[in-house]
């Protein structure tokens, strides 16, 4: 009986998160036994899937995310932000917005995060929910708040020009973005990482 009470719960967490963390299989009381003969296809350390469910190209994504709070829904954090957001290249990706790879992994987190996986990597910066959008389940920064990013990320200019032209074709707010490059070009450090949007903006 136990059994088929884990196999049912282990169906409702697929169905309503898709990718699942041990935490959250946790707080639904399914064994560990469970979890191992119905999740054989396991993501990455603390994240799974369900055997026989159709994989994602944002699995991965989704599960290093869900990660960064393992016992909280996707459901929770969406109804109360924590601040964690897909960010940079892998938002440009997601967004189709130049030519950027999704992975390595980019977040964004108003606290230090540190981590061992050799395919994420955190930023520490105040992103406001404003500037966030929800796309498959995951908060990542609007185009706007991604061009930023990019360029406090330092990646080449050339692909963050495209990526503008790119947004610019799909309803770009250039208020936003030009409000959002002031708040970043405080400094004379800051206002060199912002040249290639200054560029295109003041075109």
């Known amino acids: 009986m136990k059994y088929f009470s884990n196999i049912t719960a282990i169906s409702e967490l697929s169905e309503n ?20 003969h119905s999740c054989r296809v396991g993501i ?4 799974y899937r ?24 996707a459901w929770e954090r969406k109804r109360q932000w924590d601040g964690i957001a897909v960010s940079g290249t892998t938002a440009a990706n997601l967004q ?23 395919s994420l990597s955190f930023a520490k910066r105040e992103i406001a929910e404003q500037d966030i959008v929800w796309l498959d389940g ?3 920064t609007k185009p706007e708040r991604t061009l930023v990013d990019l360029c406090l990320d330092c990646e080449d200019p050339s692909l963050i020009t495209d990526a503008y032209h ?6 770009l707010d250039t208020q936003r973005l030009k409000d959002l490059v002031k ?17 295109v903006l003041n075109d």
């Not at 790119?166 to 309803?171: M, Q, T």
């Not at 708040?183 to 560029?199: D, V, Y």
């Open 17 to 36: 998160e898709g990718v699942f963390t041990t935490a959250q299989a946790a707080r639904m009381d399914i064994s560990r036994d469970a979890l191992a």
């Open 44 to 47: 990455c350390h603390g994240a």
């Open 50 to 73: 369900m055997s026989g469910t159709q994989r994602r190209d944002t699995d991965e994504l989704n599960a290093l995310w869900k990660l960064t709070n393992p016992s909280l829904c």
């Open 96 to 118: 189709q917005m130049g030519d950027f790879y999704l992975s390595p992994y980019r977040m964004t987190a108003p606290a230090r995060i540190n981590t061992r996986n050799e």
């Open 138 to 140: 995951l908060p990542v």
């Open 166 to 171: 790119e947004a610019l074709k799909r309803g």
């Open 183 to 199: 708040e970043n070009s405080k400094t004379a450090k800051r206002r060199e990482l912002m040249m290639p949007l200054l560029m």
